[in-house]
């Protein structure tokens, strides 16, 4: 029996964890509901009843057969594992690594925000691997973002490294992100934002469309699923969308310059179409070389977070 290790992914509605061996083999996934009643107080001893019942299960010790256990977590996380607050849980001046540690009988644990935790998923056994520089773009809810560089995440001083979803790109916005923001990547660029953008197109012209039959419960889905078809509407949507992510790439890539680009996240389920949009205008952007990051898809689905939690330990 080679050693184990654990990568638990923290979400505003379930905890996902995951029973790995330390090569990278996916042995079990489960999930655990996000208790986040009473500042979140419950989430961590959720997790460690959950991992503990686990082992059990299957005869491990958690002190002999485990190198650690790792940890996304939706916010910064600073170097020592402290983090501020996390909006989705309720947490404020916590540190969770070594609250879930304390309760793994002292098991080493690591935490990191959960979109740079997914970037190393991907680049360890995704759409990135074979790669050590690497930024990843989730693109869901909201836009997470990833830099990997020699393998290692850059989390930056503060925790805020990567956090290309607030980078502003778009000067005629007026309306705030949830940052406090005005004109934020994820505004155009996210799920939520898509739909957006869609709603306005409707209201601001008055030619025939698919997507009005959605109304105002329009999803980034029904968008793409339209501007597939073809929809003129829903094509000019996407294109501003594409603008925006392309020109936030073209950023990254000016500042980092990584392998590759790998894009994630629940609005990458439109495969290549999308990547092809975001292509052409990144393409705009950078003129100033051929010789620059591809952009790939993301393989690994919302399996990421857990993959990449548990390589922090390794």
């Not at 489960?30 to 009473?38: A, D, F, G, N, S």
């Not at 989430?43 to 958690?62: C, F, N, Q, T, Y």
């Not at 968008?223 to 000019?236: N, Q």
């Not at 999308?274 to 689905?301: C, M, R, W």
């Amino acid at each position: 029996m080679g050693m184990k290790c654990i990568g638990v992914d923290i979400g505003g509605t379930t905890v996902k964890i995951g029973l790995f061996e330390t090569t990278g083999e996916l042995l079990e996934k489960w999930e655990v509901k996000t208790r986040q009643e009473e500042g979140g107080i419950h989430i961590l001893p959720d997790v460690a009843a959950s991992i503990r019942e686990k082992a059990m299960e299957l005869g491990l010790d958690l002190k002999t057969d485990f190198t650690g256990a790792g940890m996304g977590v939706p916010g910064p996380v600073l170097p020592n594992g402290y983090v501020e607050v996390c909006v989705n849980l309720g947490w404020r001046d916590v540190n969770p690594q070594e609250e879930l540690s304390a309760l793994l009988d002292g098991m080493p644990v690591k935490s990191g925000n959960d979109a740079n935790v997914a970037a190393l998923g991907e680049m360890w056994q995704g759409g990135g691997r074979g790669y050590s520089d690497l930024i990843m773009i989730t693109l869901g809810t909201g836009v997470g973002g990833g830099v990997i560089i020699d393998q290692k995440i850059i989390a930056g001083k503060h925790g805020l490294g990567g956090e290309i979803g607030h980078v502003h790109v778009r000067d005629e916005e007026w309306e705030h992100c949830n940052c406090g923001g005005v004109g934020c990547v994820e505004q155009v660029g996210s799920a939520t934002g898509i739909a957006r953008e869609a709603r306005r197109r409707m209201a601001a012209a008055s030619e025939p469309s698919l997507m009005r039959s959605f109304g105002d419960d329009i999803t980034a889905k029904d968008v793409l699923d339209a501007a597939k078809e073809g929809d003129a509407l829903a094509l000019e949507v996407m294109e501003t969308v594409g603008r925006y992510l392309g020109l936030a790439l073209a950023s990254a890539s000016m500042i980092v310059d990584p392998e590759v680009f790998v894009i994630g996240g629940g609005v990458s389920k439109a495969g290549q179409f999308l990547i092809d949009i975001i292509q052409k205008h990144y393409e705009y952007f950078t003129p100033i070389s051929q010789n620059k990051a591809k952009l790939v898809l993301a393989t690994l689905g919302n399996d990421a977070g857990i993959y990449g939690a548990a390589r922090l330990v390794l």
